[in-house]
């Protein structure tokens, strides 16, 4: 088992680009979940997903933030013309049931220059 | 609203020591409750979880207690080495969310030879 998947690694955009961070979880996974960690501050929630729904995404940014997780293929997380305030780490976690242990990916790091 | 607060935010100890590291959240409707590490630039390893009906729960020189009636949980670290030198974090699983994960902001530890 590969673990949970994240690519890419390191992503720099410029101000106003698309950033897409793609998170494959680990096999037989269900349930993925995105996080953001700001510089010098913790990791906050974002988004929780399932095969084709989006579960609670109170934790997303009300504009340009977007998630999926389609039936085929990673979860994909969106952020349109991105600024500098985007710049963090994102982490994409997955567990088999509700409440179960999360496993984390290595994360993206993001950087808006 | 859950709020998850871990002391000390730094601590720094001789190669060999024993310590304890400090965790409390708000809120006692818990799922679960998860101690990672956090190594500079990289993803969250997971170390232990506890759920909510278990009282501890070890691997190796790690020792986790959970207290949920008084909202506190500890990471207890065995004849520490300069190996746990990482950032520890604890996250709390909201009952009833999903099992979306709040953080606290980590205990970044350093361990001298």
Not at chain 1, 38 to 61: A, C, R, T
Not at chain 1, 82 to 104: I, M, Q
């Amino acid at each position: 088992n590969a673990g949970v998947m994240q690519n890419p690694r390191h992503l720099v955009r410029r101000r106003g680009q698309e950033a897409r961070l793609r998170c494959s979880p680990m096999k037989g996974h269900s349930h993925v979940y995105w996080y953001r960690q700001l510089p010098e501050e913790g990791l906050k929630f974002m988004v929780y997903l399932q095969k084709e729904n989006i579960i609670d995404e109170s934790g997303m940014p009300k504009e340009r933030f977007s998630a999926e997780f389609p039936k085929e293929g990673p979860s994909i997380l969106r952020i349109q013309q991105v600024v500098r305030g985007d710049s963090a780490a994102y982490f994409c976690a997955s567990s088999p049931l509700t409440g179960t242990e999360a496993f984390f990916g290595q994360g993206t790091r993001l950087t808006v220059v | 609203k859950q709020e998850v607060t871990q002391i000390p935010a730094a601590l720094s100890v001789p190669e060999g020591e024993n310590l304890v590291l400090n965790c409390s959240f708000t809120d006692s409707a818990i799922y679960n409750l998860q101690w990672f590490r956090q190594d500079p630039g990289k993803g969250l390893t997971s170390l232990l979880l506890i759920q909510s009906s278990q009282r501890e729960q070890t691997s190796g020189r790690l020792n986790a207690s959970l207290d949920k009636s008084s909202g506190r949980s500890t990471l207890y670290i065995a004849a520490s080495q300069p190996g746990d030198s990482a950032t520890y974090l604890c996250a709390v699983g909201i009952y009833n969310q999903g099992g979306k994960l709040i953080f606290g902001q980590g205990t970044e530890l350093s361990v001298k030879p």
